[in-house]
């Protein structure tokens, strides 16, 4: 098992910035793919970045690109989102979720076996 705790969301404005964090256990945390994903009210979960086991492949959504940086430190079980010039329409639940490296890395949210709780991302404008 893998337990996934994400933090750092909270209320910025428009153009601010924010850094997501999350720290994992349970298992080695270098064996797994790291995803963020987000959740707006009414919505279906959308993937926002992922990346692999060992830091060389990168995805991210078109609508973050430029704006978001995913990074992780194996070292310290933990993957982060830096977020910049946040606009109203990033406001959602973030999600961080794990996906096993011995599979392709992926941005379907169906394809992550281990999920954290959540933590609220709110822009105002």
């Known amino acids: 098992q893998v337990q996934l705790v994400e933090s750092g969301g909270g209320l910025v404005q428009a153009g601010g910035s924010l850094r997501l964090s999350c720290a994992s256990s349970g298992r080695t945390f270098s064996n797994f793919h790291m995803g963020w994903f987000r959740q707006a009210p009414g919505k279906e979960r959308e993937f926002v970045a992922t990346?692999?086991?060992?830091?060389?492949?990168?995805y991210y959504v078109d609508s973050v690109k430029g704006r978001f940086t995913i990074s992780r430190d194996n070292a310290k079980n933990t993957v982060y989102l830096q977020m910049n010039s946040l606009k109203p329409e990033d406001t959602a639940l973030y999600y961080c979720?794990?996906?096993?490296?011995?599979?392709?890395?992926?941005?379907?949210?169906?394809?992550?076996?281990?999920w954290g709780q959540g933590t609220q991302v709110t822009v105002s404008s």
């Open positions: 979720a794990a996906r096993g490296a011995l599979m392709t890395i992926s941005t379907v949210p169906g394809q992550y076996a281990y």
């Open positions: 990346m692999s086991w060992d830091g060389g492949s990168t």
